[in-house]
């Protein structure tokens, strides 16, 4: 099944960023990803117990996002990392974890996040995003190359919307990832269903 993940940016919210990771999983959003890298550890730690709490109460599947420490701490089942802190990682502090994400961006990555262990990868950017302001996509052929050669699921980031979401499927991902869409649409049960409308 073909996977829609939400990766928070709290800044790009226009209303409280709680209220709307809870309207994201009533929209039934397939997973989220807690990223907020900007904060401290005492600080995401702080806002990923609200998080959780929601997404458990949801059902929705949370992976938090670079504090490996505050991860452990508050029991979470997913981590989702950078590769070099992935690579970082001992195998016992591996193990701390159900699921581990790897961010990757290129063929090399995702082999390395492959042979560490990881579970999943986000592979970017493949269309050009405000997120990543001046840089080219990195493209549809890119993407295809790089899913032929993964034994894991890969899912897409950067840039994907309803107008290019069915040629990102096509190119053999496992899912994509939403960021600005989702955190700044008017309405995410909506937003959601013009996606899958579009697949």
Do not use: W
Not at 87 to 97: C, H, N, P, S, T
Not at 153 to 165: K, L, Q, T
């Amino acid at each position: 099944m073909f996977k829609l993940l939400s990766v928070t940016s709290r800044t790009l919210c226009k209303e409280d960023f709680i209220a709307r990771v809870g309207t994201i999983c009533a929209a039934g959003i397939d997973g989220i990803i807690l990223r907020e890298k900007d904060l401290s550890e005492p600080e995401y730690q702080s806002l990923a117990i609200n998080v959780l709490q929601i997404c458990r109460e949801k059902g929705t599947p949370c992976a938090l996002h670079t504090y490996v420490t505050a991860a452990k701490s508050l029991h979470a089942e997913a981590l989702h990392l950078p590769l070099h802190a992935f690579l970082a990682l001992g195998e016992k502090e591996k193990r701390a974890f159900p699921t581990i994400g790897v961010s990757c961006h290129s063929l090399d990555d995702v082999v390395a996040a492959q042979e560490g262990g990881c579970s999943y990868v986000t592979l970017g950017h493949i269309f050009a995003t405000d997120c990543k302001k001046g840089l080219p996509g990195r493209g549809l052929a890119f993407l295809s190359e790089v899913c032929r050669h993964a034994s894991v699921p890969v899912y897409a980031i950067g840039g994907i919307n309803r107008d290019n979401i069915a040629r990102v499927r096509d190119a053999g991902v496992s899912g994509a990832c939403i960021m600005s869409g989702l955190m700044t649409c008017r309405d995410p049960a909506e937003y959601l269903e013009e996606l899958r409308h579009a697949l």
